[in-house]
């Protein structure tokens, strides 16, 4: 017996309609054990922190380092510039996130370290959830915004409040500081913490390769010049235009 037009339709639409829930729903992605940090083990590792500094001479006379003022005005200039249409593509896709996961929140903040070790808060349209399971839960959708930095497009509030520049490494958490300490040194950790976080400088594929990000930002506190923050605009401009941030 033939199938009518409406039921092949009905069956395809059917079909079409589940493929478009499957790109939305959140899926299990992998356990991740969530041990918070100890605040005395903070606390005695930035006391080492601040013990080193008068131990390294972190005078940059030999580097070639671009004006703090004028970096500022550049970065309200650019931040100025994208304020609109970033507002819009977050507004889009933080609705959609949303509205297909209702018991997600659309955004989230990071407790991050910055400048001079100083807690900053970053701003992100919310990709991952955890369970209460352990389970780490993320859609096809919320990988896309990943890929191409979407998620990360609220942190040009973090550049208005001059709390990060367009140009410099990205802020980390206190694992993240500890493993960095451990594969490029004191004296690397505390030239990474005398400069304003950023956006990196289009190492994305680097950031979850420790060795790889720290002989990347070693060459960058060599030379933080004016033609340093132009190639990382335009580095992190392809970043996103490609999609190659994973």
């Known amino acids: 017996m ?28 992998y356990k991740k054990p969530n041990i918070p940090t100890p605040q005395e ?48 593509v977050t507004v889009i896709a933080s609705s959609i996130v949303k509205i297909s996961q209702k018991d997600m929140p659309a955004f989230h903040k990071q407790k991050r370290y910055g400048f001079e070790d100083k807690i900053i808060n970053i701003y992100k349209i919310r990709t991952v959830e955890k369970t209460d399971d352990g389970w780490r839960k993320t859609s096809k959708f919320a990988h896309l915004l990943r890929k191409y930095s ?21 802020p980390l958490i206190f694992k993240d500081l500890k493993l960095l300490l451990q594969e490029g040194g004191m004296e690397f950790l505390l030239n990474r913490l005398s400069v304003k976080p950023g956006f990196g400088f289009g190492y994305q594929k680097g950031r979850t390769l420790p060795k790889l990000q720290t002989e990347l930002e070693k060459d960058f506190f060599k030379d933080m010049s004016f033609k340093t923050y132009l190639k990382t605009i335009k580095s992190l401009f392809f970043t996103v235009i490609r999609g190659n941030n994973l």
């Open 2 to 29: 033939e199938m009518s037009l409406s039921q092949s339709y009905n069956n395809n639409f059917g079909h079409n309609k589940n493929k478009v829930v499957q790109y939305f729903r959140p899926l299990n992605w």
């Open 41 to 88: 083990e903070i606390d005695r590792f930035f006391l080492e922190i601040q013990k080193a500094k008068s131990e390294f001479n972190l005078s940059k006379n030999n580097a070639k380092v671009l004006n703090p003022k004028l970096q500022r005005v550049l970065d309200i200039i650019l931040a100025s510039v994208l304020a609109v249409p970033a507002f819009i």
């Open 150 to 170: 979407i998620d990360e497009f609220p942190q040009i509030w973090n550049v208005f409040k001059g709390e990060m520049s367009f140009m410099g490494p990205r």
